[in-house]
């Protein structure tokens, strides 16, 4: 309660009927399913956005994690901190939370790679990813790339961040190399503008 604002357990009853809900009727534990409430609700979301309405047939982002963590292969806790530090670091809302597991589902499905490679290759490059105007689905394509390589996890988001720098903020050879290909790094998008001034910056 005291993390919600609210004074009284009475006040979160909808919450907590959906946490015990979904602890009696799906894989996860009741504190697993508690523990995940907790992590959305530092992350700004509210109670209504982690319960839905089923009346109109809006699932809630507990629902929806949960669904995630088991398609994933792994803890709701877990999924729902990947979930939300790639939302945090690609700069997204918390409605495109369903858009974001979709995404990096469809990533595992396809590579190499698990959901749980993507939440650490995304630690490290989802900020300069998302300086550079690279969308998520690039970036989780290129993670993906990268773990049918061999490189997973933070050793596949290091390479890829420092891969992007080194293209916004080029060294004199890289330079020189880009200038006889007839590449100018300038001129690419305003995006790639935009993110060369916030890393001079």
Do not use: C, H, W, Y
Request: hydrophobic share 45%; charged share 20%; aromatic share 2%.
């Amino acid at each position: 309660t005291a993390i919600m604002g609210e004074e009284t357990l009475g006040a979160i009853q909808p919450l907590t009927d959906e946490i015990q809900k979904l602890g009696s009727q799906t894989k996860s534990t009741t504190s697993q399913v508690a523990e995940a409430a907790e992590i959305l609700t530092l992350a700004g979301l509210s109670m209504d956005e982690m319960i839905g309405d089923e009346s109109s047939g809006t699932q809630g982002a507990l629902e929806a994690l949960n669904n995630f963590a088991i398609a994933a292969g792994t803890d709701l806790p877990n999924a729902a901190g990947i979930a939300i530090a790639v939302m945090k670091g690609m700069g997204k809302e918390t409605s495109e939370l369903r858009n974001i597991t979709d995404i990096l589902l469809n990533t595992q499905a396809k590579t190499f790679t698990t959901v749980n490679d993507l939440g650490e290759a995304m630690k490290f490059l989802a900020p300069t990813a998302r300086a550079a105007g690279i969308s998520l689905e690039e970036a989780s394509a290129a993670a993906g790339i990268l773990g049918d390589a061999g490189l997973k996890g933070s050793m596949a988001g290091t390479a890829l961040r420092m891969a992007i720098t080194k293209l916004l903020k080029p060294t004199d050879d890289a330079r020189k190399l880009m200038e006889e290909l007839g590449l100018d790094v300038f001129t690419l998008t305003p995006a790639g503008q935009a993110a060369r001034a916030a890393l001079r910056d």
